[in-house]
């Protein structure tokens, strides 16, 4: 079997420099959707047609086998499987996909193969607005006869509800001398892949068709309104997914998943966070509402309050974070961490138990075990051209306000006063505190306004 995907076609309407395929659904370009799709069937060759300023769309897309064809006038869809002639597999069947309808599934298209064994079958839907489709024309037996296009409809094959959907399996060994006798005489001047369907019924093959379960599967994306709405049951269906493997979701129609999200048993994920890239919940994680995690892991029984924004960490199990936290690149965070609000951390581990529970910034440190990390605490990381590390050992107490001035070295168990400026370690087991002497001046008096 081969997989044509057309994608030649301008996207005009997008109203953007990005080329149309390559508009993102749930985080991944709509041409990617219908490769992936495409493979789960498992074809022998994925061709795609490309067309005018389709290198942008190559370039994206890279992967080993996939066979690119450039077309170049695009003159219609037949023309554009033309193209593709050359490249496939001889033998089988050819089904053609397009690479702005990317929610079809891999069932409904094993349907129509299953439909087209012997001969030809078109993937067809009934809509209640059939304005713009071709349409699917039956002879009196209720036989598919032919597709006729809008343009070139009468006035009763317009009211037909059938449409061409544009997803066809075709025998490949037949293609070569039907698209060799498409013509471009219609209203539109193209070569018409859906003239296919009447030289078959000529040449005496039955045509069937297949239906997908809902129309949103067939559904293409011409403009930033038809984005938004297919990203909306894109992203219904995750939510469907994640319900049925049993994640509770607070609302599955306020969740968004821009990548893989994979949970454990008994995750609740609350309204308004967003997912991007692989973030793996394990078991019991509770997400509370509007976080945002981006290539993250959430060890098992972990809780992050709302308003937290993680991205490539690693939260340890039964963690507590947030709410307004921000975990940075290369947090690494052991069993049962807290950081509250207000707390950033990047590029720093922290061992089992430690907390930062307030306002504090830990850049490129490394903190051990059942460490206390005081309000407004900061380390200082970077001196404005290169960055130093901050190591805290188990046990240590950091004061309030402290500045920790890297390269430097909590020890273990030691104590910082509240106020410290830290600019060379602190031994193990000792109270270190950088601070003026508080002194109280009595008799002094406030200063008065002068009157002129
Ligand atoms: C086509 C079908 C129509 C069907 C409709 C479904 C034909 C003649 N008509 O209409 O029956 O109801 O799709 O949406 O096939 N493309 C190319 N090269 C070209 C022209 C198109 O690669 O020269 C690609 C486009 O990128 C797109 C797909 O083919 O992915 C369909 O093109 P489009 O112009 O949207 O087809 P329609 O004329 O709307
Ligand atoms: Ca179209």
């Known amino acids: 079997m081969n997989i044509v995907i057309l994608a030649a076609g301008q996207g005009k309407r997008m109203h953007s420099n990005l080329p149309k395929v390559l508009h993102p659904l749930a985080g991944k370009a709509l041409v990617s959707h219908v490769i992936d799709t495409a493979r789960s069937l498992a074809p022998q060759r994925v061709c795609i047609v490309y067309g005018?300023?389709?290198?942008?769309?190559?370039?994206?897309?890279?992967?080993?086998?996939l066979v690119w064809v450039l077309q170049e006038p695009q003159l219609g869809t037949g023309h554009a499987l033309m193209q593709a002639l050359p490249q496939l597999a001889a033998a089988g069947t050819t089904l053609v996909l397009y690479g702005d309808v990317p929610l079809t599934r891999v069932e409904t298209l094993q349907r129509l193969l299953h439909a087209a064994r012997d001969s030809l079958a078109v993937l067809t839907v009934e809509l209640d607005d059939p304005t713009g489709y071709g349409r699917i024309v039956r002879n009196a037996a209720g036989d598919v006869a032919r597709i006729v296009e809008q343009k070139d409809a009468s006035p009763d094959e317009r009211t037909i509800r059938e449409i061409n959907t544009g997803i066809m399996a075709l025998p490949t060994a037949r293609l070569a001398e039907?698209?060799?006798?498409?013509?471009?005489?219609?209203?539109?001047?193209e070569?018409?892949?859906?003239?296919?369907?009447?030289?078959?019924?000529?040449?005496?093959?039955?045509?069937?068709?297949?239906?997908?379960?809902?129309?949103?599967?067939?559904?293409?994306?011409?403009?930033?309104?038809?984005?938004?709405e297919l990203e909306r049951v894109a992203q219904r269906r995750i939510a469907d997914q994640l319900l049925t493997q049993g994640v509770r979701l607070a609302d599955p129609a306020r969740i968004d998943v821009r990548g893989?999200?994979?949970?454990?048993?008994?995750?609740?994920i609350d309204i308004n966070c967003v997912f991007e890239g692989r973030v793996v919940l394990d078991e019991a994680v509770e997400v509370g509402p509007s976080c945002v995690l981006k290539n993250a892991h959430i060890g098992s029984g972990a809780r992050l309050a709302a308003f937290s924004h993680i991205e490539d960490a690693i939260v340890g199990p039964d963690g507590v974070i947030g709410p307004f936290a921000r975990l940075r690149p290369g947090t690494?965070?052991?069993?049962?961490?807290?950081?509250?609000?207000?707390?950033?951390l990047k590029n720093s581990?922290?061992?089992?138990?430690?907390k930062a529970n307030h306002l504090a910034y830990v850049g490129d440190a490394v903190v051990g075990s059942r460490v206390n990390i005081g309000a407004g605490t900061i380390t200082c990381n970077y001196d404005g051209a290169n960055k130093f590390q901050t190591v805290i050992e188990d046990d240590a107490f950091i004061g309030s306000d402290?500045?920790?001035?890297?390269?430097?070295?909590?020890?273990?168990?030691?104590?910082?006063?509240?106020?410290?400026?830290?600019?060379?370690?602190?031994?193990?087991d000792t109270l270190t505190i950088s601070r003026a002497r508080q002194t109280s001046i009595s008799g002094w008096k406030r200063p008065q306004k002068i009157r002129k």
């Open 349 to 354: 581990r922290f061992a089992a138990q430690s």
């Open 52 to 65: 005018h300023g389709g290198e942008a769309v190559r370039a994206a897309i890279t992967a080993p086998d």
């Open 178 to 189: 039907w698209l060799g006798c498409l013509s471009n005489d219609n209203a539109q001047r």
């Open 260 to 268: 893989e999200l994979v949970c454990g048993r008994d995750v609740f």
């Open 191 to 228: 070569y018409y892949l859906t003239d296919i369907v009447g030289m078959a019924v000529a040449a005496g093959l039955p045509v069937r068709t297949a239906q997908p379960e809902s129309a949103a599967e067939v559904l293409g994306v011409n403009s930033k309104v038809q984005l938004a």
């Open 402 to 428: 402290t500045q920790l001035v890297a390269p430097v070295t909590v020890g273990r168990g030691a104590t910082l006063g509240a106020g410290t400026t830290l600019t060379r370690d602190a031994p193990p």
């Open 332 to 344: 690494e965070l052991g069993p049962g961490v807290h950081v509250g609000n207000f707390v950033e």
